[in-house]
């Protein structure tokens, strides 16, 4: 098989695509390659992820029962065999890349190689989709798919790297609107990468490295990173100083050039925002031996966001003469953005442990969230419902999810901090953050 026939594969649907990791980036990928006609293997070392999708069950909020049931009926298998990876065309690594102590974790990248290295195959394509620092898909990819494989990549075979833009819970903007960005370690394996995802999504955008492709997410991330930062310290800077931050950021967004409004809110969450940026401020410091201080001020700030919402709650009851101790506090939210049910690095979290090591009961309401995803949290979910609302001491808004009814938390809420400005208007009950 030549370089050439792969592409021929892809052109046809009938190349074999392997999609490891099935979680919100890798279900979707392998959903869409599914309904194109290709023959898709997802594979993923959590059983009970794999026994809902195999139940026809999706635990990702951009992927619905339906569209699962019509896949697993027309060429998808969810599996935990590796030796479903064999005769693979096209292997597509979407693993998690979690920041452990503030270095990278790259555990599920070495783990994922060590499993496809003994599939490769001449002429077959391996992509990278999680977001590392550059350099991580030729200097510690490449290695371990070589190490169990007698194919050298870029020779026999290709490999390449494509960051994913999941914006889970976006409408617009999704993996086919969104343009892909696309790289190889050298020209042929660009090509196939670009073959790939041009046959799956509307637009590729091409780079010259691997490393201009993995920095090119970085810098996307760190960008909202920091300016989100910057309008959090605001917040709290304009209530000290008796101005409303969202009349502030709403009036600026009147003008029609050189002003991108962001919003404050009670930290960031999901893998990008509290973790790429770190990515690059340690490759910096390691390989570089400098400070990358703009990330470095932006995670102080955002990490602060759940202690003073914190503090804000507690300053809340004191003026009820109440402490936070013994009362019951309700957290409306647990993933970390609107529509969306992924909880990866929540705000919520941190503000909980907060909340328990000063002894209040904490519940938590989202309606997005499955059980198989809160197999480790420690707190009780409850159903959004007046009930829920009036026993409440105080009622957090930490995500303006549409099913949060504003008229109802208002009714019923005894107090209330919004820090989402998911209620318009004057607040009767409650603060803004």
Known sequence: ????????????????????????????????????????????????????????????????????????????????????????????????????????????????????????????????????????????????????????????????????????????????????????????????????????????????????AEMTKLLENTFRHVNIALVNELAMFARDLGVDIWEVVAAAATKPFGFMPFTPGPGVGGHCLPVDPSYLSWRVRDQVGRQFRFVELANEINEHMPHYVFQRIAAMLNEQRRSVAGSTVLLLGLAYKRSTSDWRESPTVPLAELLDEAHATVQICDPYVAPVNTTNLQWPLVAFSPEALATADVVVILVDHPEFDATTIQTHARLLLDTKHLIDGHLTNGERL
């Open 1 to 212: 098989m030549t370089f050439p026939d792969i592409r021929k594969r892809i052109a046809d649907r009938t190349a074999r695509v392997v999609v490891l990791g099935q979680g919100y980036v890798g279900l979707p990928v392998a959903m869409r390659a599914a309904q194109l006609g290709f023959t898709v293997i997802g594979f993923d070392l959590d059983k009970r992820r794999i026994d809902e999708l195999a139940s026809g069950r999706s635990y990702v909020g951009d992927v619905s029962d339906d569209e699962l049931a019509a896949a697993l009926t027309t060429g998808y298998t969810p599996t935990t065999d590796t030796a479903a990876l064999h005769d693979f065309d096209v292997a597509i690594i979407s693993v998690p890349t979690p920041l452990r102590e503030r270095v990278p974790d790259l555990s599920a990248i070495e783990t994922a190689g060590s499993i496809l290295s003994p599939h490769i195959r001449p002429a077959c394509c391996v992509v990278l989709e999680s977001t590392t620092y550059p350099g991580t898909t030729s200097e510690l990819l490449r290695p371990i798919l070589e190490r169990d494989s007698p194919y050298r990549a870029g020779v026999d075979y290709s490999l390449g790297y494509s960051p994913e833009r999941i914006d889970p819970g976006n409408t617009t903007w999704n993996l086919v609107t969104t343009p892909k960005v696309v790289a190889g370690i050298n020209i042929t394996s660009l090509n196939d990468v670009d073959a790939f995802y041009s046959a799956i999504v509307d637009r590729t955008v091409r780079v010259s490295t691997t490393g201009a």
